[in-house]
């Protein structure tokens, strides 16, 4: 049941960017969804897809997008089901998992090439290392990560080494000693308590052999065949849309908080952003642009996957990925955008 | 030649099984009324009246035996709506006031009958007047005392206008003047409107007064041990009841009771 | 008449007049003692979070809470307004889809036999789990939460309406027959009057879970309703807030099972229920 | 009776061989009906899965989730025994509140006024929210499923059982008063019996409310159950497997139901919904 | 000097008022009854005798007036176990078998008489079977006739050995022959226990039978319109009943009866 739809197009063919042609038939595709991670979090590409959205980049572009605040790995079944075109996913595993599941949808970008999930203990906690993790109690949200499992197994461990238990985001289960380490992201939990007044520490999979990585904008392979152009531009306007992200933090949290009706936390959505933008540039190889994945990235994901028997068989890169359209917007580092548009104006 | 009999009870049995109580109510029962007579069931509490009643009327089915009406099943009967059933508890509705319970036989089968409730509202309160529950017409039936509530039962069977009347001991909670009343109200319409009136009930005075004939039952399990033609002329009065035949008739069902009596 | 005798237990030595004040500005108000209720409610657990020093971010102190809600008073109406709408709907679906199911089932008891597991199935498939599926299928707006909410709601209505229907008096049911009524007018003149005592017990249960199963709906695919502030305030770590939301909930929940009070009380009216207490 | 009467209506023109074979041994079976919908069910979805070639990421096919389930049948087993375990008990916890709290409210008309408020205010808060509240406040063990499973199970019962202690026959009521029973008396002699029905209408309700609950419990603070199963299942979009603990907890809850429908008709002996319908 | 009256009812008047319509029941009701009396209530169907043996009972509390019962209250007279209540409906708890029906009044108020059902299981199996109930013990309500049940009704109050007999038309569903073998072994029991009889019925002949006094009660609102006190020998024989003396006073009190109703 290999049906992947995601063959290179021939790009030679498709109307050049600008053209009046490109704009309208990026215009033919109609309204296109895109689904975020967590609601109007600060994270990538999410945070790139509504500043995209504010700018006017997709207007530029001819695309005409819903943005809908998603709900962690729910988006990939949205995405699945071609209820959206483009969802954002946290890490490349949510992408692999919904595949192995038979979804037909690939990651065609991944902004940070090191993992935000990690393991938190508290700063006088006695665990160290992995070995340290034996017998003790871990707090997940819903299931084990994968970069855990494998660290883990990296070290000699598996998951009945330790006890597992699943808990709500309240962190403070951390600090009132309910669980000895916390399953986290680098971006949040942190900040949450160290706001609180604990001192924490965190224990990164990717220092003790399982690295993962975080923020991949996936899409409907079927849909993405169809309309090339229009998941070419899309990116092409989100990283855009991060340099100025990039550059104007303050300024493009104030932008999600107004897109968001409900609750907003500015200061926690400063810091997820501050510290994602952070692991961002310096995971980022050098010749490469923003938002680069590497085959390598995502089969060290897979097999991760594999190992911890989260999937059943291995899967291939090409099945997973697609980075024919970063290749289309980028020329070495450098974004291709309309500069003569922007001449003319 | 007999006349041809309107109801044709045939060889009927009835047995009552629940939860090991196993209870022989009706055993082997034929009866057969004319159209336009007067019938009285009397017989022991517990004799099996009401169950032989209810099988007349088509609401419980016999064991074995036919019952037949002017050549209908009950079930056919009923749907003709051919009968005006008084039950032995007056069953009003305790969600409708006593003029929409006296309506209940007019909203029902609407379709057969062309009739509307309304139309009739004026003969009904009429109705509810003569059996004394003029100031009653819009209480609800919690609010009546239970004879009243009787009454109420007596009235819609009345008001609804099927030529079978069939009637579970309609005035056992009645004073003996409101009985009397009641009881040559009901001979008028039976008079006027030639119904057919099945009649259970323990009074042997009443009975004598109102009917042609009565059906004189034996203790369960339910037999009929003598049926009795009442020739007393029509209409009937209340000097008629001082008459040596009427206390005649009196004496000898009292005296048929009393035997088959296992006391 | 239960009135009546209620009081003829009152055959009892003169009261001081304090006691008599007492019971008639208390005891006998339905205002007095619900407020009381909750007044107690509020102090015990602020007195708690007091005494025990409990992290905000546990337990909130109700004070906080209330002072929030004040505060933000316009934003958590707003919410509380979709998840109103949505729960509202949700009840009146639930509560019709059941009618006509218990409808169905009292007419059939062969399709009684057949309807009812599956009636079962989806009352026992965890709906929370599935919630993301509904949206999947019924897209972005209203109508996926109105579904959970409706779903959540049918069950108990329909068994219990399935209860009232059954639950008829003999001899009345024995008129009916008598009259040769069709079923479907037995239904409507008994089996219906009938089963509403049955279906307010129900309504009353039903109508704060139409709203657990709106704020369920709207943990995705929103970005409004209370539900949805619930989540972010969860995530957020802002308990205070969570609780305002919540707050808002009990609110809404409280005035829609007063308002079926209120229509139980003038529609049953007759039922003995009605009659205060013994 | 009610037996007989539905004879009564039976008086019909022979009918055909087969369609008789088919009254008797489907029509009257209370085995092949149920049997024939949940067919019905499967085949159904089965077939929109292939029709609409529905991906098994959002909804599998039965056929795939029997597999599943099949293959690892120890596997989710395992994990029911733990949600069964947590979902009677808080079942029986929540009924026995509720009915102590039943049986409060129905002895002073005040404590219900004081009580009723505060039973709807639990009522409509909504429990997955504060879920992992409970973790903090009682650990990860059993306790908070079981609170959570009894929370939910309680209020359909305690409205329950409170119309059925109050709708009791007035002259009933007036006999015992007549005997000088006290109201405990009154209590256990008349309203207890009289609300049974009422009583197990709730249970049938409340049986699958509280499978939910230890469900919803086990998303947080737990390692185990099938609750924690779909968590994980859904994390990993093992949707499949999501299906199959659902299903798993399907079957548990048409167990619990049907148990409690074979308790009540053996207690419900003498209550007329017990004769068979019309 | 007239003898110390037991039960005494002084100026009472009751009034229902319920959803708009407001009923007078009773007006201004004065009655006395020595101890060990047997007195009847007659009066016509809703003239409020159900309502006055409730407010002796203690059942229903009167708007104004008073009732003294050997010196208690209502409610205390209550309290010592005083009554024993035959209402109008039978009211058999449908999840109790006839038997455990008649163990009720037993099982009530343990602590107060210290008797357990227990002990009177085999004296209220012979009362059921005095009644022509033995073959029915084990069963329930449902399954009795209307006339059985309310057999039920009567042996339970029959059983629960209370001093004073409430009694809302007992016998209103029997057939002749049980209603007077009941009548006569409630005499038996009235006498050997020396119980006071208040007791409501619309059988003259009966009322005149059982009684030492007979209360006539004029129609709604009700006003006593005259007590009777009946001068026949006791015990109280059937040849009794063919003397003149009882003749006249029956027809004396349908005189009463007669000249009250307004029709
Ligand atoms: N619960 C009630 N609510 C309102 N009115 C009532 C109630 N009970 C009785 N009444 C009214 O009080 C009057 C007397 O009723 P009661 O039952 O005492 O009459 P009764 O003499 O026993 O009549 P019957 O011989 O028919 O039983 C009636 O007019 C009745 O309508
Ligand atoms: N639903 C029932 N279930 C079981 N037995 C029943 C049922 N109805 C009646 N019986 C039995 O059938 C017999 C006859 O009952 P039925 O009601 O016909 O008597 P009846 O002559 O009307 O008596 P009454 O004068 O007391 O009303 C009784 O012995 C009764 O126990
Ligand atoms: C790397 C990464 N960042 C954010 C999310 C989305 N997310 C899931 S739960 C939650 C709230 C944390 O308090 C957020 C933001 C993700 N899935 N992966
Ligand atoms: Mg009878
Ligand atoms: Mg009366």
Not at chain 1, 183 to 189: C, D, G, P
Not at chain 1, 226 to 254: G, S, W
């Amino acid at each position: 049941d290999e049906q992947k739809t995601n063959e290179t197009v021939d790009r030679q063919d498709l109307p050049a960017l600008g053209s009046e042609e490109r704009i309208a038939l990026n215009a033919s595709a109609g309204e296109i969804s895109y689904m975020t991670g967590f609601y109007y979090a600060a994270s990538p590409p999410d945070i790139q897809a509504v500043l995209a959205d504010e700018l006017g980049y997709f207007d530029e572009l001819g695309l005409e997008v819903t943005i809908i605040p998603g709900l962690d790995a729910e988006g990939m079944k949205f995405l699945a089901a071609n209820q959206v075109q483009l969802a954002s996913s946290g890490t490349p595993s949510q992408v692999i998992q919904s595949v192995a599941q038979g979804a037909d949808i690939s990651g065609i970008a991944t902004f940070g090439a090191v993992g935000t999930s990690a393991l938190l203990v508290m700063e006088d906690s006695d665990i160290y290392e992995p070995a340290d993790l034996r017998g003790k109690t871990i707090g997940y949200h819903g299931a084990l990560p994968a970069n855990l499992i494998a660290m883990l197994q990296h070290n000699g461990m598996t998951i009945d080494n330790i006890k597992g238990v699943s808990v709500g985001y309240d962190p403070t289960v951390l600090s009132s000693g309910k669980v000895d380490a916390l399953t986290i992201y680098k971006s949040n939990e942190p900040y949450q308590l160290e706001k609180l007044g604990e001192q924490v520490r965190i224990i990164d999979p990717g220092q003790f052999g399982a690295e993962t990585s975080f923020g991949v904008l996936a899409v409907n392979n079927e849909w993405a065949s169809q309309h090339p152009t229009v998941v070419e531009d899309f990116l092409r306007a989100l990283l855009k849309a991060h340099e100025y992200a990039a550059a104007n933090a303050e300024q493009a949290i104030e932008v999600l908080a107004k897109r968001s009706d409900t609750l907003y936390d500015k200061e926690a959505e400063l810091n997820r952003w501050q510290v994602e933008l952070a692991l961002i540039e310096q995971s980022r190889s050098a010749e490469l642009g923003v938002g680069w994945q590497t085959r390598e990235q995502w089969e060290r994901e897979a097999q991760m996957l594999l190992d911890a028997k989260v999937i059943a068989r291995s899967l291939e890169s090409e099945n997973v990925m697609n980075n024919a359209f970063l290749e289309a917007i980028y020329e070495g580092s450098e974004l291709i955008w309309l500069p003569d548009l922007n001449a003319a104006q | 030649m007999k006349h041809l009999s309107f109801i044709e009870v045939k060889e009927v049995s009835k047995q009552y099984r629940q939860r090991d109580q196993m209870t022989d109510a009706l055993i082997n029962i034929s009866l057969s009324i004319e159209k336009g007579k007067f019938v009285s069931l009397i017989g022991p509490s517990g004799c099996g009246k009401s169950s032989l009643l209810r099988i007349i009327g088509g609401l419980v089915k016999q064991d074995c035996g036919e019952v037949n009406i002017g050549g209908m099943t009950p079930m056919e009967a009923q749907k003709r709506k051919q009968y005006s059933f008084v039950p032995q508890s007056p069953a009003l509705f305790p969600w409708r006031t006593v003029l929409q319970n006296m309506q209940l036989p007019f909203e029902v089968n609407r379709k057969a009958t062309g009739d509307t409730a309304k139309q009739h509202e004026l003969e009904l309160i009429e109705l509810l007047q003569s059996v004394g529950l003029g100031d009653f017409i819009h209480a609800y039936p919690r609010m009546l005392s239970g004879g009243m509530q009787q009454r109420v039962g007596i009235a819609r069977a009345f008001g609804s206008g099927a030529p079978i009347l069939l009637m579970d001991e309609p005035f056992s909670a009645l004073d003996e003047l409101t009985r009397e009343k009641i009881s040559y109200q009901l001979l008028n319409i039976w008079q006027e409107h030639q119904k057919t009136v099945v009649f259970v009930t323990h009074n042997i005075r009443e009975a004598v007064l109102l009917s042609d004939e009565v059906v004189i039952m034996s203790p369960r399990p339910g037999r009929i041990k003598k049926t009795i033609s009442i020739d007393l002329p029509r209409p009937r009065t209340v000097e008629l009841e001082e008459s040596q035949q009427f206390q005649q008739y009196i004496t000898e069902i009292r005296a048929h009771l009393r035997q088959e009596s296992r006391v | 008449m239960a009135n009546d005798e209620h009081e003829a237990r009152g055959y009892q030595p003169p009261k001081a007049k304090l006691a008599k004040r007492f019971k008639r500005f208390y005891v006998r108000s339905s205002f007095w003692p619900p407020l009381a209720a909750f007044l107690g409610v509020f102090l015990l657990w602020e007195l708690a979070v007091a005494v025990f020093q409990i992290n905000p971010i546990t337990l909130p102190a109700p004070s906080d809470v209330l002072a929030e809600w004040v505060n933000s008073f316009n934003f958590y109406v707003k919410h509380a307004w979709v998840t109103f709408y949505e729960a509202v709907l949700g009840f009146l679906l639930g509560l019709g889809v059941a009618f006509v199911m218990g409808v169905i089932m009292a007419h059939s008891p062969v399709l009684e036999r057949t309807l009812l597991p599956i009636a079962v199935l989806a009352n026992v498939t965890p709906i929370m789990a599935i919630a993301p599926l509904f949206i999947i299928w019924f897209g972005f707006g209203t109508l996926p939460k109105v579904l959970i909410a409706a779903i959540i709601t049918f069950f108990p209505m329909l068994i219990n309406s399935i209860m009232g229907f059954r639950s008829v008096d003999e001899n009345h049911y024995e008129y009916l027959r008598s009259l040769h009524a069709s079923k479907t007018e037995i239904f409507i003149k008994l089996r219906l009057p009938n089963s509403l005592p049955y279906l307010f017990s129900a309504a009353k249960t039903c109508v704060s879970l139409s709203v657990m199963g709106a704020v369920v709906g709207e943990w995705s695919g929103s970005s409004q309703g209370l539900g949805n502030v619930i989540m972010m305030a969860s995530n957020y770590m802002q308990t205070t807030r969570m609780f305002a939301a919540i707050f808002m909930l009990a609110i809404m929940g409280i005035a829609l099972t007063n308002f079926i009070r209120y229509v139980e009380r003038k529609v049953l009216y007759w039922h003995v229920s009605s009659s205060s207490w013994n």
